[in-house]
């Protein structure tokens, strides 16, 4: 059974490094890292070596997704399930896990979400203190999918990696923990007629680091499209805003956490007005859409 520990690391496509550089920076308050060999961004938001990696493109959207595996036992049941799933697999080379901090990772397409996973140990002696700057963040908190096949894919990520899920609302999303984690959610599931980034979630320390953020974020100039408010699944206090070219990105506070054993089962709630948001606040028609399809491999290019 894999064991998964959270999602560890999101990788981004950017079309303007250094503005977006600043932006993560400046505005949502993570660390810069370094600068990888293909001149990627890397930065943190929390002890962990990196968080958030920024590349160049011509077009934004979800690179790649992470995930941090619970040790490095997990590998032979994942990689049992992935072939059996009839997925091909990329072992990443020793020297680009080095340069990562990484003891091991593998890499694979899954094409329901249309998206590139991650699945790694970090290196022993990778973490370090983190400082925060302009707010209080604790942790990078999930990713959520936009795909037309939503679905399958919540019984893929369900039966054959081994994540659980917490909450559905109605067919429009379903919150799925990676399973020991005991968070509400690492990823999300959302339907949509493209597969495209949703979200990416900075969980925060106090309530306050919300406000504040109200505030930073108006001042820099970046569109906030969603809240405050507070999700009912979650019970999450949110503020969702846009990343230079457009990207949903989200911090919240506060998460419903689940027992490893004997949790409650997961809860059905119907579409309504406010069953995304208890305090009713309107959400801007540019939230949850993403600013261009994901990064798919070449390999898969060439089969479409």
């Known amino acids: 059974m894999i064991r998964h520990q959270k999602l560890g690391r999101i990788e981004l496509n950017v ?10 920076e400046d505005v949502v308050g993570l660390q810069y890292v370094d600068t990888g060999s293909e001149g990627e961004v890397r930065l943190r938001c929390d002890h962990d070596h990196h968080s958030l990696v920024l590349y160049p493109d011509q077009a934004a959207g979800l690179r790649c997704a992470g995930f941090m595996l619970e040790d490095t036992a997990q590998f032979a049941p994942l990689l049992e399930r992935l ?17 990562r ?13 249309g998206a ?3 699945f790694y140990v970090p290196a022993k002696d990778s973490a370090r203190p983190f400082a925060p700057t302009v707010t209080r963040i604790q942790r990078l908190g999930h990713v959520v999918f936009n795909t037309p096949d ?3 894919a919540v019984a893929f990520w369900r039966d054959v990696l081994n994540f659980r899920e917490s909450d559905s609302v109605g067919d429009f999303i379903t919150f799925m923990r990676c399973w020991p984690n005991p968070y509400h959610h690492g990823i999300g599931i959302a339907k949509f007629d493209r597969r495209c980034l949703h979200h990416v ?23 906030v499209v969603f809240g405050p408010g507070r999700h009912p699944a979650s019970d999450s206090v949110f503020l969702y805003f846009l ?6 990105m989200e911090y919240s506070f506060g998460m419903e956490a689940f027992p490893e054993t004997f949790p409650r089962a997961p809860r059905r709630i119907e579409p309504s007005p406010l069953s995304l948001d208890y305090w009713g606040s309107t959400r801007d028609p540019r939230c949850f859409t ?9 390999t898969e290019e060439a089969r479409s």
């Open 15 to 24: 079309t303007d490094l250094q503005r977006s550089r600043r932006f993560y």
């Open 83 to 99: 072939a059996a799933a009839g997925l091909t697999v990329e072992e990443v080379p020793p020297a680009t896990c080095s340069a």
């Open 101 to 113: 901090a990484q003891a091991r990772a593998i890499r694979v397409f899954e094409p329901l979400v």
């Open 116 to 118: 590139m996973l991650e």
């Open 150 to 152: 939503a679905a399958r």
């Open 201 to 223: 979630n900075y969980m925060v320390t106090e309530i306050d680091d919300i406000g504040r953020a109200l505030t930073r974020l108006k001042a820099a100039g970046s569109d």
């Open 243 to 248: 990343d230079p070219d457009g990207l949903t």
């Open 290 to 298: 993403g600013a261009g399809a994901n990064a798919v491999p070449v």
